[in-house]
């Protein structure tokens, strides 16, 4: 398939980031990936080395903490998936005291160069479900079903929080709703799109330096590693459950997203909900190979 226009994927040499470009590239289209340092060369062959890249791929040095650098990626791109996101603080930065400014203030910079720009149709920012907790505001009990509408409380405290996942929390939350405001200003033509993603698993195609954060995360329970299980208990103490999503299915998401003559507002991205512990019984009963702890 050929496609004649331009797109922009920030974050490109993520496990999201270069699973989607590797689509948008056997798709035809012409994408400008950005990377936060050029002189990584395994990131840099990564991209390189994706069919078609050498006619259809452009790379770009664009770092969250200096946002500004993200305007030559978008410009002349139709389409702008901004799917990057701080995972440490940059303990040199001067202008944000944590990851939740750098994070928020980042998403406003880029869906302000795509209006600049004048050939941005739409932005579809990758969300995370971490937003959409069911609790109600006293964190009390849960909604009956996770929907849209669902936001999450961020004056409450849970049992499982480390520093690091309500830092994330909170930043994901306040940019998603920063980035949705877009769709109600007057005047613009730009569609933003949040797509608030699962905890992603499965196999890129890709082939990554490490695994996965999340894939860590899903597998916790096997690896039998306290610290990143007790992100998984939080993500349940938050949401009741643990929402999973595939890889795949993430990025054909946000083709989708993309492909749709006229699309934005919010959207949840996820296929199954189980609880930790029917993972885990999952697990003994798969996996006998490995022994869980009882504690997980």
């Known amino acids: 398939m050929e496609n004649s226009c331009s797109v922009c994927v920030t974050g490109g040499s993520?496990?999201?980031?270069?699973?989607?470009?590797?689509?948008?590239?056997?798709?035809?289209?012409?994408v400008h990936a950005t990377l936060r340092n050029l002189g990584d060369t395994s990131k840099v062959g990564l991209l390189k080395s994706l069919p078609n890249a050498d006619t259809k791929l452009h790379i770009f040095?664009?770092?969250?903490?200096?946002?500004?650098?993200?305007?030559?990626?978008?410009?002349?791109?139709?389409?702008?998936?901004?799917?990057a996101t701080p995972m440490q603080h940059?303990?040199?930065?001067?202008?944000?005291?944590?990851?939740?400014?750098?994070?928020?203030?980042?998403?406003?910079?880029?869906?302000?160069?795509?209006?600049?720009?004048?050939?941005?149709?739409?932005?579809?920012?990758?969300?995370?479900?971490?937003?959409?907790?069911p609790l109600n505001e006293q964190g009390t009990c849960y909604k009956s079903c996770i929907n849209e509408s669902c936001w999450?409380?961020?004056?409450?405290?849970?049992?499982?929080?480390?520093?690091?996942?309500?830092?994330?929390t909170i930043a994901?939350?306040?940019?998603?709703?920063?980035?949705?405001?877009?769709?109600?200003?007057?005047?613009?033509?730009?569609?933003v799109v949040a797509l608030a993603c699962g905890l992603v698993g499965g196999h890129s195609t890709t082939v990554m330096s490490s695994v996965p954060s999340s894939t860590c995360v899903i597998f916790s329970q096997l690896l039998g590693d306290p610290f990143v299980f007790e992100a998984l208990r939080f993500l349940q103490e938050l949401?009741?459950?643990?929402?999973?999503?595939?890889?795949?299915?993430?990025?054909?998401?946000?083709?989708?997203?993309?492909?749709?003559?006229?699309?934005?507002?919010?959207?949840l991205c996820t296929s199954v909900n189980p609880t930790v512990r029917e993972m885990?019984?999952?697990?003994?009963?798969?996996?006998?190979?490995?022994?869980?702890?009882?504690?997980?």
């Not at 939740?100 to 720009?117: F, G, L, N, Q, Y």
């Open 90 to 133: 940059d303990p040199n930065s001067t202008t944000y005291k944590d990851r939740i400014e750098a994070t928020v203030a980042a998403v406003k910079s880029i869906a302000d160069c795509c209006i600049r720009s004048q050939s941005v149709r739409r932005l579809i920012y990758t969300a995370s479900v971490m937003s959409c907790s």
């Open 172 to 191: 994901k939350t306040l940019a998603e709703k920063e980035v949705l405001r877009y769709n109600d200003i007057e005047g613009t033509k730009l569609e």
């Open 239 to 267: 949401l009741g459950s643990v929402p999973l999503v595939h890889i795949h299915d993430v990025c054909e998401a946000h083709i989708f997203s993309m492909e749709r003559p006229s699309m934005k507002g919010r959207f």
């Open 152 to 168: 999450t409380p961020l004056n409450l405290s849970f049992t499982y929080a480390q520093d690091y996942s309500l830092e994330y």
């Open 14 to 30: 993520g496990y999201i980031g270069s699973t989607l470009v590797k689509k948008l590239l056997e798709k035809g289209y012409v």
């Open 61 to 83: 040095q664009a770092d969250i903490y200096n946002p500004h650098e993200f305007e030559a990626a978008i410009k002349g791109c139709e389409f702008v998936f901004h799917v």
């Open 280 to 296: 885990s019984i999952y697990y003994e009963e798969n996996h006998r190979d490995f022994k869980l702890n009882d504690k997980f």
